[in-house]
């Protein structure tokens, strides 16, 4: 036991001189507190937003709207860890990193560390954890840091924003074991660095797909549902005028064989249920492509998921609301009146489901109805494979 | 570097656990081999046995095998199979390592530590605790000459500094086992010979000391016991006594300034009942001694080519006559050289008694001993074609990289 923390704290302090050693560790944690220092020098005042000691009225953005609380948690929660820590630092900590691994277990080094009574296993996850601490340190001083400016700035002690320690930890994670797998086999550092890079932008993709595929779900769902509301709205004036002219006994078009006699009283009925029948078949297509892209990611490990869950923690669906980020009504099912009175939705229609803004909140909505097991939890089962594939062949490699 | 260990308080290190329950042997291999992926045998049923407390001398060809073994051995290459015990313990025990210490080939610290830092930390890998760890890495920094570098990078360093920065972390956990995987690569005149130094003061303190060179003086001057591998396998074994055994002879020059010349005197001094056959004549052809008691019984020219095989190591070049004592030792001669092939000095009397009475003088009279390097010269050339054998294995069965 005694000599499993001698080995354990000999090889915490190895991983800190490792990466006492790499230039790039400093140069991120400056560019880092740099970063924090710019985010503090940003404030918000009644005319609008302020930089230093500059002014930029904004009507729409100011403290009376927004509290600074919120406005910094927005910036932090939008910025700060998607932007930042997640693309900038974490392509930093890639490169830092990705040697760590291949260097390791490099001829001429690799057979004095297997000779020492400690197991291969322990070894390898001690190495792995020294990629992970670089990250956890340059976290956990940039929270640390945007901590104090929310607190003394915003005037709010916004604990949740540790969460992003272990977030941001778990991310790195997932990209660093397949970094450590691609650096075992290949023992090249920038085999390793490329592959990551790759795996990293594939998952991307996957997930603006399926972001893309639920938008498109939605969007078509909710042209099924506007177009029962009207063809129900059509249907009954339809209903009404044929029964007006029964009534009156006035003329009314007769509908031929095979016709539906609401459709030649009101034509626009016709062009509704065509319109709904379309949006049934769209719909049909992206749900099935919205199941694969869900099938397909739960086997992957969900980056900006994971990332998201600091947003979702941080800031609420009120809050969104707030900062103008979703509609307030952007659940209501519309109809032809909101339309009308509405005109930016018809406008939304033309642009695409992209740029509708209720099937934005609908996808706002759906991620955040998945569940944190599912996002950590698959994506941790993949990581624990790739880990589990690195070790099987360390522990078996003759070097 | 001082290698005086006494004077640099080496004494720190305990003496190993010896005794009954130690066992006699620090390593003993029964079977062991090695295969590796696309079946290249390099190693095939090692069996090998190292005494506690020795130097033991491990040499071979290139691709004989030999790293793969200590690896083996070090745990850092898992046999395919491996019955033996290291320190008592089976082959592929990990805690057993705590006690060895190794020095690898073409080793490489982390760059980023500096000498002392190696130290601490490949101690620390074995277990030991740090005030142990701090009082040891003084005395093995004195003691390897690196004192002054304690606080340097590792990547500063020369190779010479880098394989005494090696030999000491080697010793950081008071090892009963130390493996030594060319320990003098890189190192000076004066630094081998401190290491040769050390490894005789580790012997006399009881370390078992596992040597790897291709230097074979050196492993001829340290080592107890040696063994030789080629191609996979353990072609002899032993003390350079043991292995030398029946292959001693001794050597009569005479002085003369065209030695050739007195081929006849040497052919005529010989006791009677010699035979003496000549070398390289085209044809087999009888000659009759004079009418003279003290001639050999019978002298034959030949064609035969008795070079290599001679006992020699395969070094010299072919006698110019071979033959037979009356006592039945062989006789080789090369021009001015007489060899008689025994390590018993009485037969050679008489021939010298011969030599004298034809007024031949003697230069010298010296008994020789093959060098280890006559032994694996033996050991690597191929008998059937009178070459070395080529590196590594064989063509369809491989001997290991």
Known sequence: MNRIVIQSWALLTDAYRELNSKKLFWITMVLSCLVVAVFAMFGLNKKGLTFLWFEFPLPAFNSDIFTPALFYKFVFATLGIPVWLTWVATVLALISTASIIPDFVASGSIELTLSKPIGRVRLFLSKFITGLLFVGLQVAVFTGACFLVIGIRGQVWEWGLWLAVPIVLLFFSYLYSICALVGLITRSTIAALLVTLLCWFAFFVINQADDLFILNRESAELRVQDTDAIIAKRVAAAEKALANAKEKNTPYPIAQEGEDQLETINPLLKFARQQKREAEESLETWQMWSRISFRVKTVLPKTTETIGLLGRRLLSLDELTKLGLLRPDANEVESDETAEAQPNDRENRRRGPMGDSRAAKRLQLEMRTRSMPWVIGTSLGFEVIVIGLALIIFSRRDF | ?401
């Open chain 2, 1 to 401: 570097m001082s290698m005086s260990i006494a004077e640099t308080g080496f004494g720190v290190f305990a003496a190993p656990a010896g005794g009954a329950a130690a066992g006699e042997w620090a390593v003993d291999l029964t079977d062991v081999t090695k295969v590796y992926r696309g079946g290249v045998h390099a190693l095939r049923g090692i069996e090998m046995k190292v005494r506690r407390g020795e130097i033991f001398g491990l040499l071979g060809p290139n691709g004989a095998g030999k790293s793969t073994l200590v690896k083996i051995l070090m745990t850092v290459i898992a046999a395919t199979r491996a019955q033996g015990t290291v320190l008592g313990q089976p082959v592929g025990n990990k805690d057993t390592l705590s006690k060895v210490g190794y020095l690898p080939e073409h080793h490489r610290f982390p760059e980023y530590l500096t000498g002392g830092q190696v130290l601490d930390f490949y101690g620390a890998m074995c277990g030991v605790d740090r005030a142990t760890r701090r009082q040891r890495a003084g005395t093995l920094l004195d003691l390897v000459g690196m004192t002054a570098w304690e606080r340097k990078r590792v990547k500063g360093y020369s190779k010479g500094m880098r394989q005494r920065i090696g030999i000491a972390q080697s010793l950081m956990n008071d090892p009963s086992l130390v493996v030594l995987d060319e320990p003098t690569d890189g190192v000076d005149p004066v630094g081998r010979r401190d290491i040769r130094n050390m490894m005789t003061t580790l012997k006399e303190r009881g370390i078992t000391v596992f040597l790897n060179s291709h230097l074979l003086s050196e492993l001829e001057a340290v080592s107890d016991r040696v063994a030789i591998l080629v191609k996979g396998k353990v072609v002899s074994q032993g003390t350079i006594d043991e292995l030398t055994a029946g292959r001693q002879y001794y050597e009569i020059e005479i002085d003369a300034p065209d030695a050739q010349s007195q081929q006849p005197t040497f052919l005529k001094a010989l006791p009677m009942g010699s035979t003496l056959e000549q070398s390289g004549h085209e044809s087999s052809v009888a000659e009759s001694p004079p009418n003279s008691a003290d001639q050999p019984s019978s002298i034959q020219v030949t064609s035969r080519n008795l070079g290599g095989g001679d006992g020699n190591g395969g070094r010299q070049l072919a006698p110019d006559a071979s033959g037979l004592l009356p006592s039945g030792e062989k006789i080789l001669l090369r021009g001015g050289t007489l060899q008689i092939l025994t390590s018993d000095h009485h037969p050679i009397q008489a021939v010298i008694d011969g030599l004298r009475q034809r007024g031949v003088a003697i230069r010298s009279v010296r008994p020789v001993r093959p060098t280890l390097e006559d032994l694996f010269m033996e050991a690597v050339v191929d008998p059937t074609t009178g070459k070395a054998f080529t590196p590594g294995a064989a063509e369809n069965e491989g001997a290991g990289r």
